[in-house]
């Protein structure tokens, strides 16, 4: 299984940002992709998830009405929106994906399978 992140940057407060997660190799038709976010310093937080089957979503309180994430399921990518940025959203972002959790509130306290290799967001003036 191969996970890559891509669209991070360098974005003003209340900017937008659409990161990319392209997954490939899966062996079953469900997996669930999260998107995680670790910042200088500080412990690495759940932010959201999607499912390859019913395309079940969950979002953390942090990021829930700015944040949105979605499949196409056809280039076998996710995606995930990010609007009204704020200046504590600045973290590497990474993209995991498990074929065997399940997107809800407790998806975040699993050790994901795949992991991508991180991409910047940084939002500053």
């Known amino acids: 299984v191969q996970v890559v992140e891509s669209g991070g940057g360098l974005v003003q407060p209340g900017g937008s940002l659409r990161l990319s997660c392209a997954a490939s190799g899966f062996t079953r038709n469900y997996y669930v992709i999260g998107w995680f976010r670790q910042a200088p310093g500080k412990e690495r937080e759940g932010v959201s998830c999607i499912s390859s089957s019913d395309g079940s979503t969950y979002y953390a309180d942090s990021v829930k009405g700015r944040f949105t994430i979605s499949r196409d399921n056809a280039k076998n990518t996710v995606y995930l929106q990010m609007n009204s940025l704020k200046p504590e959203d600045t973290a590497v972002y990474y993209c995991?994906?498990?074929?065997?959790?399940?997107?809800?509130?407790?998806?975040?306290?699993?050790?994901?399978?795949?992991w991508g290799q991180g991409t910047q967001v940084t939002v500053s003036s």
């Open positions: 995991a994906a498990d074929p065997w959790v399940l997107c809800y509130s407790g998806s975040f306290k699993y050790e994901y399978d795949y």
